[in-house]
């Protein structure tokens, strides 16, 4: 039986519905504070430079205090306030040009403090000059909200040498952070480096650096970072890291990032939307039919995570009203309680009517075909098949049996029932042996079985 229409939203549209369309932004970053201006007191410049050093410092020190620039400012932070509370793309474009324009109000009353900054940039000839006119860019940077200011001073305090080797790791880091504002992510990803391998254990610092290979197209090396990072931080990881993980993993159509993603994500965070995310993910990326489908849509159904039309639709076509009637009829019957399925369509009131028809005989045969499955020259794919008829009607115990029975026999699609041994155990509470049998599960069926171990492992956790 086969959906007249295509259905709509698959897990890219879900992914849109939840808010994780491609180009959201990264999870929120907690960015380091600009490095503070060297301190005179600390270093000794050059007799040359001190005149250009203290007359930028001055002025500086002047600006701050001015109260056009304090307007100015206050100007701009409305502005940011406003973009941010801004809804729709006309409503964030009109925010940006009164960001931009309160930026360039700013700028232009700072530019004498400017000149005399770049004159003391000028005139440093040694390390020292150097890291002061790094801390006055900084300030100066600071005071005009700009970015690239804020980074080229960072950027001079390193270069000058007269950073510590104790805060290196930190200032590479706002380096990197400052980057990624500015969209450089070749510089950031050299900076964040260097910061990691100069023994920053900052778990900001790890996140942006994946994220600069991610926003630069090289998802799967930030992927894998991501991935490290997340495995580190353990029951304790963001949810949002995960999320973006599986958006950025989905985008890219790398599967299996996206099961990695995925399985965390429901093992850490089984809410109804992440159970959604998720399945909807695996599902389109594995491109499963038929009878591999089914055993995903079950867990969708056991996790009550169905979403939309799509997934009754592909459930009924799976299970077929003809071959598994009582399931096919117990997920129309939920989608229509749920007003997902329209009980005049054409296509729900024909396989209704089949699978209510085929129900009384279906039920019938159970008897016969449990005595088939259990007769001495009974074949793999009988005990299976009887498996597969009592697991449709919730008989696990009896279904758990039939599985039992197939496993011990010649040509049996061994990972399928095993998998499906481990469904009808997990419906029956056994937690413990259902991820065994899950666990055996390694070919192309392992990322279902590996979601379905989410589900077990919570259940047994009694979440």
Known sequence: MIRARFLTRTALGLVVALGLAAGTAAPSLAKEKPAKEAKAADLKPSKAYIPAYTAAKSALDAAAKRADVVAARQKLVNAQNAYNAATGKKGRADAQVQIDAATTELTGLLTAEKGLVEAAIA??????????????????????????????????????????????????????????????????????????????????????????????????????????????????????????????????????????????????????????????????????AGQDQIDLLRLMERTKSFL??????????????????????????????AGKLNPADQFVTDAKAQATSRIGPDKASLAALQKDARAAGATAATAAAAGDAYLSYDDAATAEAMYAIA????????????????????????????????????????????????????KAAGK
Do not use: C
């Open 123 to 288: 005139a440093a000839t040694v390390p020292d000059d150097k890291d002061l006119s790094g801390g006055l860019l900084l300030t100066l940077g600071n005071l005009s909200a700009d970015k690239a200011t804020q980074r080229r001073g960072v950027q001079m305090r390193i270069d000058s040498g007269r950073v510590s080797a104790a805060d290196l790791p930190k200032f590479n880091g706002i380096l990197g952070s400052l980057s990624m504002d500015l969209k450089d992510y070749p510089a950031a990803r050299t900076a964040l480096k260097a910061a990691l391998d100069g023994g920053s254990t900052d778990t900001d610092v790890s996140i942006m650096y994946a994220d600069a290979h991610i926003k630069d197209g090289q998802q799967a090396a930030g992927l894998k970072i991501l991935q490290d990072v997340s495995q580190r931080a353990g029951a304790t990881v963001p949810v949002g890291w995960l999320r973006y993980g599986l958006q950025i993993a989905y985008n890219a159509k790398l599967a299996d990032d996206a099961s990695w993603f995925a399985n965390k994500l429901t093992a850490y965070y089984p809410t109804t939307e992440n159970w959604s995310l998720s399945l909807a993910v695996v599902r389109d990326l594995r491109s499963y």
């Open 308 to 337: 939309e039309e799509r997934d009754y639709v592909d459930y009924i076509q799976a299970a077929d009203p003809r071959r598994l009637p009582g399931e096919a009829l117990k997920i129309i019957n939920q989608g229509l309680a």
């Open 407 to 458: 496993l011990g026999k010649p040509g049996v699609d061994t990972t399928r029932v095993q998998l499906r041994m481990g469904i009808a155990q997990a419906d029956q509470g056994k937690w413990a042996d259902a991820e065994a049998n899950f666990a055996k599960v390694t070919d192309a069926r392992a990322p279902i079985a590996q979601l379905w171990t989410s589900y077990v492992k919570n």
